[in-house]
């Protein structure tokens, strides 16, 4: 029942920054643990952060240090702050809602209603 619509993508030289924003409808977004995940082309997509909904937040090793994932839960929004970018931080970036923690292992919903329409992050060397 929520509906995410994503910006903040574009072009940046390694070792820069960017912050996505995915701004959220519906009056459950606080309940949801909300993340981001992204997809480089020929690879799978893959997890790259998750906040909850009391805002412990967690990462992909690769990421650590260099992205923050935070929330205002007033403006219904999630936001990727993404530093010291590497050209291998480049992919498509979905926000999702409603992330699902098994051991240590976050997954997104099947449902395409959970996910944001992606904006392209390229980190050029």
């Known amino acids: 029942q929520v509906q995410l619509v994503e910006s903040g993508g574009g072009l940046v030289q390694a070792g820069g920054s960017l912050r996505l924003s995915c701004a959220a409808s519906?009056?459950?977004?606080?309940?949801?643990?909300m993340g981001w995940f992204r997809q480089a082309p020929g690879k799978e997509r893959e997890f790259v952060t998750a906040i909850t909904g009391d805002g412990g937040t967690n990462y992909v090793d690769s990421v650590k240090g260099r992205f923050t994932i935070s929330k205002d839960n007033a403006e219904n929004t999630v936001y990727l702050q993404m530093n010291s970018l590497k050209p291998e931080d480049t992919a498509v970036y979905y926000c999702?809602?409603?992330?699902?923690?098994?051991?240590?292992?976050?997954?997104?919903?099947?449902?395409?209603?959970?996910w944001g329409q992606g904006t392209q992050v390229t980190v050029s060397s």
């Open positions: 519906g009056r459950t977004f606080s309940i949801y643990s």
């Open positions: 999702a809602a409603g992330l699902r923690l098994y051991g240590s292992r976050w997954y997104g919903r099947s449902s395409e209603d959970y």
